[in-house]
């Protein structure tokens, strides 16, 4: 990464790798190291890279980092920003180095990745329940003293399994939990106060077991009506906070702080505005959000959740979309359509497929801005199918680039092993990697 | 692989390379070699593996590559199954070593992939366009003089970049072109047969380009209505035979045969019935189908197409899905409710979710297999919210495996790096690698 700090050993071994012909997006003709391509000279406007091919907007991401910074800082929260939006481990430095607290995760493989990486605290928001994801997770403790990880946990059942494995591997410290609250008809959590009061006592009283805090995840509750959304994410949210105090005068916590943690990408301000209230606990509650699509942002579904929560902080400039995907336009078999060389396989389509941006052809002066008469209607695996305004239809030829912005950048990060970082005038400086 | 055959230096690379913690569905504590997974002695039922976990069913492979020979001698069609659908050399080598004519793929990156792990004849059903993917593709040509070649046009400007570009780089034999003839409303391809045979006329008269044959992808014809279907497969598939016809005609073929190919997923048997009566040419006519989802099949989509394709050639045992994903119970929230470990990152969501087939508590005899009643009503990146029968709620824990079948294969295989082989008892054989 040419402007993004980057640290660690693996990290460098990942610039030394030899990256193969055939990679995604590169055009490789023989192999080259991945430090190399910052070298190449390649501008995706001239065609220099493979298509389709995925970019990340430098200047974008610094944005993004600095406003979360600055979030976090006036809202007294920190950030375990969600790392399996990306996967990747530049990124995941990039957002520690920027001052995150620790990154979130969701599966004990990812854990395992952000670990090989150099990531030292993460927030594992998920319940953990395999004994074979239990053991490897139990090994990087033990194998790791300076590694720290909190997981969660919403169900006696689920803390019996943790309590015996963490005392039949003869962990020296404890495992700090939190308690999963949840929500009626969503996903994982406690339903009830009683339910995860419950569940808390049982960790607090397990042996190698710590009640940490109390998680949550008001992300799920997006529906067409926002005012009340909100009203049902600040209830949940209250309710997080009344479960932190019952704890805390029950004195089940345990550890120097009280973790207290929600936040998906769309209502992250709500969380932080409530959790900066909780004071007078019997030691100091830590406010982590995990949003994880705010680094990227996108051209759809974030953007636009985004866009209303700056809109409720008074305005400014807030995140902005940091991730494309460039295609060919492979075919013209019809006045107002063209076949593009980007699919299912390269872009998300689960929140909204992607949206034209812009079309370039090489050698012209620049890329040309379209507006929302272009629109991908429809794609396959490897195709998506761009339909033209009526009166454009001569403007677009077989050869010529298409620039895409995306809606959900979890599902379009999955689609690449490698992802080019590029300046505002589309010149390849370095690149990323995942690890899915 | 253990049962299905392997060979070339590349693919043993694979099977020596040192596979790291973190790999999703391993759960590795140390690195591990990567043909030491078959005599871990892991069992899925026993939880030795990591969950979720992507698993192929190795005698369900072996009757699909079995099924898929007998019917090609049958109709006299040659198999060029698309590799766009695994990308992964072990099964790619399989399918040749099963008889396959070629591989089939879909861009300039997927070829060099299979160039990679020693493929030798690939059908690029694409058009080729942009400069750097020509490039590469030409690179191929040149280094290996034993690899063959054959890419799809369906435009004049596409005919003339091509023939630039090999001219350009001094290509000493001609690249073999199909033209593409596509459907209204579609795909890529000429609309008309007019277009198409001017794109022929075209490619024949080009320094450097010489006409293959004719293609067409009769795949994208499935509405609710299958009767109206097969009427116009059947129509589109004539057309591209009197292409063929005027071609030939005009004296515009070049080279030693004729390739026919069309044949997704769905029609292979119209398609094999149909080119089987091309007679009379200047020269033999190959008819190749391209399937690419006939291999593991699904508990799905495909399932249903084939099972229809297995009645209209008169019953008899088909294809059999030979792909499922494991996962863990997380959490039981509600009663009817089950949060399993297995979300839109592991299992394909866009042609219908995931079928639930069988739930196993680790330790008991076998798994227990599961009506309609249980079944996968959303996902989320990393989790699936599975509904239980209300007869039935006792019968499900937290920590309990759910296997589940899947919908596209093509949109599961891409999202994972490393699927293990199994036995019918789930066994862990092997394993196989994937290149997106």
Not at 89 to 110: E, H, V, Y
Not at 216 to 239: I, K, M, N
Request: glycine share 10%; proline share 4%.
């Amino acid at each position: 990464m040419t402007t993004l700090p980057t640290g660690g050993l693996a990290l460098s071994q990942l610039d030394e790798q030899l990256l193969q012909p055939g990679v995604k997006g590169l055009a490789l003709t023989a192999p080259l190291r991945q430090h190399m391509i910052g070298v190449q000279r390649w501008n995706v406007l001239a065609g220099d890279t493979g298509f389709p091919v995925a970019l990340l907007k430098t200047s974008s991401l610094r944005h993004n980092l600095d406003w979360m910074r600055a979030f976090c800082a006036r809202h007294g929260a920190l950030l375990a920003p969600h790392g399996k939006t990306t996967m990747s481990p530049q990124l995941f430095d990039a957002q520690l180095a920027n001052g995150a607290w620790g990154i979130t995760l969701a599966t004990a493989s990812q854990v395992q990745v952000a670990a090989r990486f150099g990531v030292r605290r993460v927030l594992l928001a998920n319940e953990v329940v395999a004994a074979s994801d239990i053991r490897v997770l139990l090994q990087l403790l033990r194998d790791n003293p300076a590694f720290e990880l909190f997981a969660l946990a919403d169900s006696l059942d689920g803390v019996q399994r943790l309590a015996d494995a963490v005392t039949a591997a003869g962990l020296r410290r404890p495992l700090p939990l939190l308690v999963e609250l949840g929500i009626a008809g969503k996903r994982a959590g406690c339903r009830t106060s009683d339910e995860a009061m419950a569940v808390a006592r049982a960790i607090a009283a397990a042996p190698g077991l710590q009640l940490a805090g109390i998680e949550g995840y008001e992300g799920l509750l997006v529906t067409t009506d926002r005012a009340a959304d909100l009203e049902r994410v600040d209830a949940f949210l209250q309710a997080m906070v009344d479960l932190v105090r019952q704890c805390d005068a029950e004195g089940l916590f345990a550890g120097p702080q009280i973790l207290l943690s929600a936040g998906g990408s769309s209502y992250f301000d709500r969380v932080a505005q409530c959790f900066a209230g909780v004071t007078g606990t019997s030691r100091p509650v830590l406010s982590i959000v995990r949003s994880g699509c705010y680094l990227t942002n996108d051209h759809g579904h974030y953007f636009e959740l985004t866009r209303e929560l700056d809109e409720r902080a008074g305005g400014g400039v807030g995140l902005v979309p940091a991730l494309e995907v460039w295609s060919t336009v492979l075919s013209r078999p019809e006045p107002t359509l063209a076949i593009l060389g980007m699919g299912k396989r390269d872009a998300s389509h689960d929140l909204g497929l992607p949206r034209a941006l812009l079309r370039h052809r090489i050698g012209a002066a620049g890329p040309v801005a379209l507006d929302d008469g272009w629109h991908i209607e429809k794609m396959n695996d490897q195709h998506a199918y761009l339909r033209l305004p009526e009166n454009e239809v001569d403007e677009l030829r077989v050869g010529d680039l298409v620039g895409c912005g995306i809606s959900h950048p979890c599902t379009t990060f999955d689609k690449w092993s490698v992802l080019l970082l590029v300046e505002d005038d589309y010149r390849v400086t370095g690149a990323v990697n995942t690890f899915f």
